[in-house]
Nanobody, 119 residues
Framework: QVQLVESGGGLVQPGGSLRLSCAAS????????MVWYRQAPGKQRELVAG???????NYADSVKGRFTVSRDNAKNMAYLQMNSLKPEDTATYYC?????????????WGRGTQVTVSS
C-alpha cells in the first residue's frame, strides 16, 4: 500500500518562507508525477505545482516566481519551497502521487499539512 506523508507546514508571517516535504512509500512505479494541491475553506481545491519523475514541472499562475517544486527520485520525495508567502496562500496543502502500470491508474493522496500566512 502506498502512503504519502506531508510535513513542513506551520504559521508564517507574510513575506516569509516555508518548505513542504512529501514522503512516499510503498510499491511505486518509477515513472510518476508528484503534485501539490491546496484547498482553503470555502474554496475549490487547486493545483499548485507538479513535477514528473523526469523533472518536468508546472505551476499555477498564482505561485509562479515564488514557489519551486523539486523531487528526489531515489527517495520518492517531493518538496515545495514557498517564498514570499501571502495571506492568500493560507490553505491545507496536499501531496498527490499518480502513476500507471499497464491499463491501471493509481492515484494516492496524503492527509495534508496546514499552511497559515498571517501577521
Amino acid at each position: 500500500q502506498v502512503q504519502l506523508v506531508e510535513s513542513g507546514g506551520g504559521l508564517v508571517q507574510p513575506g516569509g518562507s516555508l518548505r513542504l516535504s512529501c514522503a512516499a512509500s510503498g510499491s511505486i512505479f518509477s515513472i510518476n508525477e508528484m503534485v501539490w494541491y491546496r484547498q482553503a475553506p470555502g474554496k475549490q481545491r487547486e493545483l499548485v505545482a507538479g513535477i514528473t519523475s523526469a523533472g518536468r514541472t508546472n505551476y499555477a499562475d498564482s505561485v509562479k516566481g515564488r514557489f519551486t517544486v523539486s523531487r528526489d527520485n531515489a527517495k520518492n520525495m517531493a518538496y515545495l519551497q514557498m517564498n514570499s508567502l501571502k495571506p492568500e496562500d493560507t490553505a491545507t496543502y496536499y501531496c498527490n502521487l499518480i502513476f500507471r502500470r499497464g491499463s491501471i491508474s493509481y492515484d494516492y493522496w496524503g492527509r495534508g499539512t496546514q499552511v497559515t500566512v498571517s501577521s
